[in-house]
């Protein structure tokens, strides 16, 4: 094979037939997911009530999930409409590191997300005291700057390979499908940190599982019926985030190992990378009577706020 050492673009998945369809499907998952997610921001923002460490960390998830799907899907439908497969190689460099570093964000998020409604289940008296703002601001910061040495760790990782080929049969930057392309043996240097990263990840869903595992044992020594449906309702919605999550974790490993890439792979594809962050605010607005209640405020306020300008 020919050596690329300095190739200057990658050619992502041909989205040559409906591509119409393909355009409108990702316009309408991308709108989704953004006006979810600046929904929630604007209201726990805005109504007072919500400044709590749990909104407080809802509105850190939701900036991250706003950044994840930014970095992946205005690319595409740009392809889509200029009939074009082409990324720049700074551009490919860029996706993976924005695409790890906003994901990492999430599992972190989530991970403090369970550790929060344990102590406010299991803990309540000292709520307070251990999830003050102090506390919450730093585990949010720890968690976004683990998350940047974790993108850029990954981002150095696979762009330190010697590419002999420059056709990623994905419609992003995906790390499998370029390290695929590679011809040296560096490729094995992110192979080891990627299984490091699902052992990490791994890591992760066992601390959120055995975390539920004490506060529904918590719960069910709780007396009343109501107190138990009380405290379950404030985790419901973080139990359902992180189950899809786990879903479609479990989905992408689950891809077909083919050389090429098929309408299925990019399928799945779309599953865990897109999915999850556009599900997400519409799954805290549904199952919390807070968000509904400040949603409603601020629905109220703008509709309001229009009459008067007209």
């Given at each position: 094979?020919?050596?690329f ?6 050619l992502?998945?041909?989205f040559?037939?409906?591509?119409e ?42 900036m ?10 205005p ?12 990324i720049?190689?700074s551009?490919?460099v ?27 289940i ?19 910061t ?21 590419f ?7 419609f ?15 490729y094995?240097?992110e ?6 990263s ?10 959120i ?39 479609s974790a ?6 077909p ?14 599953i865990?990378t897109?999915?999850p ?7 805290y ?7 509904k ?5 601020l ?11 007209l």
């Open positions: 094979m020919s050596n050492t300095s190739i200057s673009t990658f992502l998945w041909e040559s037939e409906q591509r369809l393909h355009f409108f499907l990702f316009l309408a998952m991308y709108l989704a997911t953004i006006m979810g997610n600046l929904l929630i921001i604007v209201a726990v923002a805005l109504d007072h009530h919500l400044h709590t460490p749990m909104y407080f960390f809802l509105t850190n998830l939701a991250a999930d706003i950044g994840s799907v930014s970095v992946l899907i690319k595409s439908m740009v392809n889509i409409l200029m009939n074009s497969r082409f720049s190689y551009g490919c860029a996706q993976v590191f924005f695409y790890f570093f906003f994901a990492a964000s999430d599992l972190s998020l989530l991970t403090v997300m369970a550790h929060d409604r344990y102590v406010a299991c803990n309540p008296l000292q709520y307070e005291t251990i999830m003050h703002r102090g506390a919450c601001i730093q585990m949010a720890i968690g976004w700057i683990l998350s940047l040495l974790y993108a850029i760790v990954h981002t150095s990782g696979t762009f330190a390979n010697t002999c080929s420059n056709a990623v049969d994905q992003f930057c995906e790390i499998p499908k370029l390290l695929k392309l590679s011809c040296s043996e560096i094995l240097v192979v080891g940190l990627l299984l490091l699902c052992i990490i990840v791994l890591g992760c869903f066992i601390f599982i055995v975390t539920y595992m004490q506060i529904f044992s918590t719960v069910l020594r709780i007396p009343s019926v109501h107190g138990q449906k009380k405290a379950l309702s404030t985790c419901l919605p973080h139990l359902t985030v992180v189950s899809i999550l786990i879903f479990v989905i992408a490993n689950a891809r190992p083919t050389n090429a890439s098929s309408a299925l792979d990019i399928a799945l594809a779309v865990y897109v999915i962050p556009m599900l997400n605010p519409f799954i607005s549904m199952r919390n009577k807070d968000i209640i400040a949603l409603l405020k629905l109220d306020h703008s509709s309001k706020t229009l009459c008067r300008g």
